[in-house]
């Protein structure tokens, strides 16, 4: 039943390392979004991608990137974890590709970097 | 620059009503999102305003005045499970999402 579901949930690991979490929705949705959520609780867009078009916000390191293997499933994999990519990281969807539609949201993966 | 202004944070006492209000900054506007988040969890979707005026769901009412740059949310009486974050967000002329920081609600008896 679970809209848009992501793992893990929790990821503790060392500076350096490489890591990926994945993101599903059985929504039928067009787009799907990652998203950082700092301390201080500001929602900060990552990436956007539909089936055409993947936008990349420009502020984002190029160790961070997208995957998605169909439609269903959008995976972000990080390379060479800093200490300040500590963050809760959240999945998102929606229908269309406007941003003009409610954002479904996945529990988020709270990532610890020691 | 564009820019999402909340309070970060308030009280009020269960029963009771409460205004959280946001202010924005866009290039472009394509309509306002109130979401609400839970600590620890995800935001879910509360309200999406793109007309002024006062749009009501229960008890909780948006409202919008594009000309001012203004909306807010209005929480009637108020439970102990509407202690939350509360997040404004606006859609910019590119449909990109501007989120503010959130105000956090604190509700007691």
């Known amino acids: 039943d679970t809209a848009v579901s992501q793992t893990p949930k929790y990821l503790v690991t060392q500076m350096g390392n490489d890591k990926s979490i994945k993101c599903e929705q059985n929504?039928?949705?067009?787009?799907m979004y990652w998203y950082k959520q700092d301390s201080k609780k500001f929602l900060k867009i990552m990436f956007s991608y539909n089936n055409k078009e993947l936008i990349i916000n420009e502020t984002v390191p190029n160790r961070f990137s997208p995957k998605s293997p169909d439609k269903a499933h959008l995976n972000l994999h990080i390379n060479s974890l800093e200490l300040g990519d500590s963050a809760v990281y959240f999945c998102?969807?929606?229908?269309?590709?406007?941003?003009?539609?409610?954002?479904?949201f996945g529990e988020g993966s709270r990532l610890t970097v020691l | 620059g564009q820019n999402i202004d909340q309070p970060t944070e308030m009280t009020a006492t269960e029963g009771a009503i409460v205004q959280i209000n946001c202010t924005y900054q866009t290039s472009g506007f394509n309509g306002l999102f109130w979401y609400q988040q839970h600590a620890g969890e995800a935001p879910t979707f509360l309200s999406y305003n793109v007309l002024d005026g006062l749009e009501e769901k229960g008890r909780f009412s948006s409202f919008l005045s594009r000309s001012k740059g203004y909306s807010y949310l209005l929480l009637k009486e108020l439970q102990m499970k509407d202690s939350a974050s509360y997040l404004c967000a606006v859609s910019d002329s590119n449909y990109q999402l501007i989120w503010g920081a959130g105000t956090k609600l604190i509700i007691k008896p």
């Open positions: 998102a969807s929606r229908y269309g590709t406007g941003d003009t539609g409610e954002l479904f």
């Open positions: 929504l039928g949705h067009d787009t």
